[in-house]
């Protein structure tokens, strides 16, 4: 991608009225756009870095065995009436009246599921059902002050699975609480299973996936010696207790919460009379449970955790493109290079403007890719190679360019 030809430049200035950081720098370097609190357009640079997070996400459900599908996000008020979350979720739902019907904007799917459920399934032999999409959730939110961290309207994954038995259920749910802990490995997170209440979703115990961090909105017990973890909400420790799993010390954090798991049981089965026929001919309700990560959240993780006082330092997995490419005073050798480097696969935004090197420079800090490649007359035949969490820059040849970037 050309700069020249990217929409959505970087700005001088970070919007005053922005408070969290995350806020602050995706939308000085064009990643994102505001229309309103909680409310935000991924412009092509931040759609990318979407497109990255989804595709990582995506081969760990896939692996699982999960198939994707697109479920519709205008739901009729009696799907919700079902299971009385019309009422009890009414406080975080979308409701709204048109032409004397009542509708809910999706804030979560596990009611249309069920009713998915109940149409396609009959037998055992239909279960296991893994089912999930990538799609917008609407949650009413009095405090959208966190930047992308906390949406009115935001993108997440949501799976969803339903069980001939509780063992069956709790072997997958494990299975896709070590997929999360993959996912985020890949983006140099490391997020720490929680246990944690479940809100609107169940009265039991849920697992929530926490990353350590000063901006979190949540405050976790943790070991620093094994993985046991709590959150605040629901903790049975407190600060200096002995670790009940391995005797070291418990400390305290605030944390962002970066995904959950909810094991719901046959309740919403039962409420929905969801029911299948197994081998012994007799008709039982599906254990069910619920998956969820939040794409656009996870964005403003990364830019929370990963940044500097010049800007965003993206991690190589979900970067918006492997090279920042700057021309100096030499376009035509920019071009070439930039063809090339294509030719190989890479991925290259050129910034190819005629402006002055120090304002490309500090752009190229702000988006914050992986690896900046600088050529101009200085250069000669080789290219300038700097990585963005370093001071370094080297003179390589091409050959040597292209093997770093392997
Ligand atoms: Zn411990």
Redesign the pocket.
């Known amino acids: 991608m050309r700069y020249s030809n990217l929409f959505g430049k970087t700005l001088r200035e970070a919007p005053r009225e922005e408070v969290s950081v995350n806020a602050q720098l995706l939308i000085k370097a064009g990643f994102i756009d505001k229309l309103m609190a909680g409310s935000f357009t991924l412009l092509p640079l931040g759609y990318r870095v979407k497109e990255k997070i989804e595709q990582i996400v995506r081969e760990e459900m896939d692996a699982t065995g999960a198939n994707e599908l697109l479920m519709p996000l205008l739901h009729p008020k009696e799907v919700w009436n079902e299971t009385g979350r019309w009422e009890t979720a009414k406080e975080v739902m979308y409701q709204f009246e048109k032409n004397k019907k009542e509708y809910a904007l999706s804030f979560t799917h596990e009611e249309i599921v069920l009713d998915l459920i109940r149409k396609k399934v009959s037998g055992y032999k239909d279960l296991p059902v893994k089912i999930y999409h990538f799609s917008t959730k609407f949650r009413d939110e009095p405090r959208a002050k966190s930047g992308i961290l906390r949406g009115r309207e935001f993108l997440m994954k949501d799976l969803y699975s339903a069980h001939t038995s509780s063992e069956d259920l709790d072997k997958y749910y494990w299975q896709v609480a070590d997929a999360y802990l993959r996912i985020y490995e890949k983006m140099n997170l490391k997020a720490r299973i929680v246990e944690a209440s479940g809100g609107v979703f169940t009265d039991s115990h849920t697992h929530e996936f926490q990353v350590l961090s000063d901006q979190g909105e949540d405050m976790i017990f943790y070991?620093?010696?094994?993985?046991?973890s709590q959150n605040k909400e629901v903790a049975t420790v407190k600060v200096g207790d002995k670790?009940p799993?391995?005797?070291?010390v418990v400390k305290e954090s605030r944390s962002i919460e970066v995904g959950n798991i909810f094991k719901f049981g046959t309740v919403y089965s039962e409420k929905m009379n969801v029911m299948f026929t197994d081998k012994d001919g007799t008709r039982k309700f599906p254990y069910f449970a619920s998956y969820g990560i939040g794409i656009t959240r996870l964005i403003g993780t990364l830019v929370e955790l990963f940044h500097d006082d010049k800007g965003i330092v993206w991690p190589k997995a979900v970067a918006p493109y492997n090279v920042h490419l700057i021309s100096i005073q030499d376009n035509e050798k920019g071009d070439k290079l930039y063809e090339e480097l294509l030719a190989e696969g890479i991925e290259v935004l050129y910034d190819d403007r005629e402006i002055g090197p120090g304002q490309k420079f500090n752009d190229a800090d702000l988006v914050g890719i992986p690896v900046r490649l600088v050529v101009s007359p200085k250069t000669g035949d080789k290219i300038e190679y700097k990585e963005r969490t370093s001071d370094k820059t080297e003179l390589l040849s091409l050959e040597e360019v292209l093997k770093r970037l392997k």
Do not use: I
């Open positions: 070991c620093e010696k094994c993985d046991f670790c799993k391995c005797g070291g």
